[in-house]
């Protein structure tokens, strides 16, 4: 249980003993604010061993351990082109999600003014009612 939930202090003991494997480890199993510290943790690392298991995070449900994960890929990659081209594609696809989060957050918040008593069906069926009052000639 202390791999997969560790402490921030114990995320900092792994970092100065370099301890990649638990690193690793709490990655891939912990929770998600673990999952984030991990991956911030393996940027200080450095190692290019580590990479494998930072391209699996990039695809985590958690924006904040994608965004991390990501972070420490662009950080670690040693001017590998497929790394570079999966980093800018995933940051363009986040900026593309919250882009549509924030149009339908704006678009929550839109009221529109269309009052029941304003709607051209019950306008058309007001002068319907209308007409039939008056007498037939």
Known sequence: MRLSQPSEKAIDYWVDKNAVNKLEYALTHGNYKT???????????????SIPVLLIAIDDKIKNVSIAALNTLEYLQDG????????????DWLKILRDKEEKQNN?????????????ASKKSFEMVKERLKRPIR
């Open 35 to 49: 999952r984030q510290l991990a991956a911030e943790a393996l940027e200080f690392v450095g190692r290019s061993s």
């Open 107 to 119: 678009a929550k918040t839109k009221k529109y003014n269309i009052y029941r008593w304003e709607r």
């Open 80 to 91: 590998d082109e497929l790394i570079k081209s999966i980093v800018r594609k995933r940051f």
